[in-house]
């Protein structure tokens, strides 16, 4: 019987992306449900804080003793911004949407495409705290990128149809605009791409893979 980890999201885009890179490790993934304002969402000013915090509220509801419980944190910093909107990411595309994000960067443009991704500049950070029935792991992910002009494809959720990823090194280390990659996306938002391909970029698979190499006997039956 495979291993579960339970999952304390109420993002379905959230935990298909978790259960498809647990599967490669046959890790079984569930969602966990909670009561209600069980878990408020801190005041913090950093992800691995704000997950820390939420995991240690989560770890009232186990659906039984030794099971691992997870929690995942992410959010788009953009440069230009000063890394806003980052642990508010949330809070502001629920109340501005994408066309409010790109209406604040639409002074940013240039007719050299280059200089406009570097004027645009934002990454995808994602952190994953792991309660495994002893102690409380993390990992982190990061994808760079930059801010489309206009939204792109209705796929993925957030803020997807508006961040265009860097192209990756034969290493999946990302590079600079100038220099297409091994792995690209060719201009095209993490919204208008296959899930395959984004899941070679994604911030939350560079986290959970943080967290295994810290535990590879996560692989054990709990």
């Avoid at 079984?28 to 801190?42: F, I, M, N």
Wanted: charged content about 25%; aromatic content about 8%.
């Amino acid at each position: 019987m495979n291993p579960t980890v339970w999952f304390l999201t109420s993002n379905q885009g959230k935990l298909a992306e978790a259960a498809h890179h647990f599967a490669n490790f046959g890790i079984t993934v569930q969602r966990l449900e909670v009561p209600d304002g069980a878990v408020v969402e801190p005041q913090a000013s950093d992800l691995e804080t704000v997950a820390e915090a939420k995991l240690r509220q989560a770890l009232a509801h186990l659906p039984h003793e030794g099971a691992m419980v997870m929690v995942e944190d992410a959010g788009l910093f953009v440069e230009a911004l000063d890394g806003f909107p980052g642990v508010y990411s949330s809070y502001v595309h629920d109340t501005v949407g994408n066309q409010g994000m790109t209406r604040l960067l639409e002074h940013l443009q240039s007719e050299d495409p280059v200089m406009e991704k570097r004027l645009r500049a934002a990454s995808f950070q994602a952190v994953a705290a792991l309660w495994d029935g002893e102690r409380i792991l993390f990992g982190k992910g990061e994808c760079k990128g930059s801010i489309a002009s206009e939204s792109q494809g209705d796929g993925g959720f957030g803020y997807d149809p508006i961040f265009i990823p860097a192209d990756l090194d034969e290493d999946g280390e990302p590079l600079p605009p100038d220099v297409l990659g091994a792995v690209s996306t060719h201009g095209k938002t993490f919204g208008a791409v296959e899930v395959d391909l984004k899941h070679r970029f994604s911030h939350r698979r560079r986290a959970l893979e943080d967290l295994m190499r810290q535990f590879p006997s996560l692989g054990t039956e709990r």
